[in-house]
């Protein structure tokens, strides 16, 4: 035993110091999911209800479409779809595009990204700090109009669209990572997950993985009121339906007010600290009302990302509260 740990010891006294710091150290790719479950202490008010969020603004592109984004690339590259070098092309409202514009830079890929002109001044400025390339159009033809524009360019051949809309790989990052870590970080104690619904694929990922854990466990989505633009989700249009949505897998949908996803955005900052967008306010929103409704639950709600990439739009002026 000692003469086996004295090989040992002098094999690794000849490892490259750098190789040595490169398994001690995570790449920024490694630090994508893992983010903090924290509980809601002021705005829940007397409740035998647990309220939960999980803070997604941690991801290091700040949102939670880092997790998809870069299971879209990687997945891609181990099927052999694509290869650095590429480029890419995808539609986006905003944090999808941050997020591909970030791994596109990790892994060595062009990236076009294609968006609504009314997408906050935050949004876009991070896009190309990253190196992508922004394609505008206008907010009369908004996401669908973004997602056509970005088949055509594929059809010309100048790209290859990844389609979050209709991408597996897009729900099998929060089947393979948010679901779990939401089930172990409440001890598989969760009764309702709260999520925005823009592409879909957050609720569609996790809600698979935690029925299969405890087929009880209710699934809320949530979308605009007709009338209501709230940032990163969606009423579709039947046609422009995400195919990766599957309506079996959402037990209940809510309707959201711009302005009450917008004031509960704010009492967040406000009253527990935590500086997120409008769709978070919504799904916070969305979780209170439930929680008047129930007893001895625990709910949990998805931050899809942070307040400062909406500071431009003055939703958080003081005039605006």
């Known amino acids: 035993m000692r003469r086996f740990a004295g090989i040992m010891a002098a094999l690794c006294s000849r490892l490259d110091p750098i190789d040595a710091m490169t398994q ?11 983010t903090p479950l924290v509980r809601l202490q002021r705005l829940p008010g007397e ?18 479409k880092d997790r998809p984004a870069l299971s879209m690339i990687t997945r891609a590259e181990l099927r052999g779809d694509i290869q650095p070098g590429d480029t890419l092309i995808e539609a986006t409202s905003g944090n999808t595009g ?21 997408s906050s001044a935050e949004r876009k400025a991070a896009m190309t700090a990253y190196g992508a390339e922004l394609i505008l159009v206008s907010k009369e033809e908004g996401m669908e109009g ?36 939401i089930w172990r ?11 925005s619904m823009g592409t879909t694929g957050t609720i569609m990922g996790v809600s698979r993985y935690l029925k299969e ?36 897998r959402v037990d209940r949908i809510v309707d959201m007010a711009q302005a009450e996803a917008e004031d509960v955005m704010r009492r967040m900052a406000r009253e527990e600290g935590i500086f997120c967008g409008v769709s ?42």
């Open 47 to 64: 409740t035998s209800n647990t309220l939960l969020v999980k803070l997604e603004g941690n991801n290091p592109a700040g949102s939670v």
């Open 280 to 321: 978070s306010g919504g799904s916070v929103a969305a979780m209170l009302r439930l929680s008047r409704e129930l007893e001895n639950a625990v709910l949990v709600a998805i931050i899809c990302d942070r307040g400062d990439r909406y500071l431009s739009t003055g939703v958080y002026d003081a005039a605006a509260r």
């Open 98 to 118: 941050i997020a591909l514009a970030m791994a596109a830079a990790i892994k060595g890929y062009q990236m076009i990204l294609i968006m609504p002109d009314n």
């Open 213 to 248: 854990q405890n087929p009880a466990v209710q699934i809320v989505g949530l979308q605009p009121m007709e009338g209501s633009a709230i940032p990163g989700i969606r009423r579709w249009p039947q046609e422009y339906l995400p195919k990766i949505f599957e309506s079996e």
């Open 146 to 181: 973004a997602r056509d524009l970005a088949l055509a360019m594929q059809a010309e051949g100048r790209g290859k669209v990844l389609d979050q809309f209709a991408n597996g790989d897009n729900p099998m990052a929060h089947y393979t990572g948010t679901g779990p870590e």
């Open 24 to 34: 001690q150290y995570p790449t920024i790719a490694e630090c994508v999911g893992n």
């Open 185 to 195: 970080q409440t001890g598989g104690q969760i009764t309702h997950f709260i999520s």
